[in-house]
């Protein structure tokens, strides 16, 4: 099995140089690989923030790679879980961090808008708001 990197993930998922998305899209039918959560991400965090492509367009691109049938993504359940969250106007990094979590009994932060989202999410940690 072999783990991929943000790059090749980015390069399949953009296109923005075609010989290694050549070359990366060959790896993926090869055989069996590996997606950590890490590098999911920082992939979403790329396609934000260095190709601003807006949340949606971001949620399906991800939500169709982590589809792949050969591929074996890290705690896949909370990786799911983000993606509906994230889909329902969560913030991915947020979704992913409180996915995470569903092992706690609460969830801690300082970030309003984390927390107001959250209440409305099925399956999420209770968030406490740390606010006063």
């Not at 296109?15 to 590996?34: E, H, I, M, Y």
């Not at 979704?95 to 801690?108: D, E, V």
């Amino acid at each position: 099995m072999i783990a991929l990197d943000t790059n090749v993930v980015v390069r399949v998922l953009t296109r923005d140089d075609p010989a290694q998305a050549r070359r990366a899209a060959a790896l993926l039918r090869k055989g069996d690989v590996w997606l950590s959560k890490t590098v999911l991400l920082e992939t979403e965090w790329v396609l934000r923030y260095t190709y601003e492509l807006d949340a949606a367009a971001i949620s399906h691109a991800l939500s169709m790679f982590v589809g792949l049938q050969n591929l074996t993504v890290e705690d896949a359940t909370s990786v799911e879980a983000a993606l509906e969250w994230h889909k329902a106007g969560m913030d991915f990094a947020d979704a992913l961090h409180l996915a995470s979590s569903r092992g706690a009994t609460r969830f801690a932060t300082f970030d309003r808008h984390l927390a107001r989202t959250a209440s409305k999410l099925d399956g999420a940690p209770t968030v406490e708001l740390l606010d006063r």
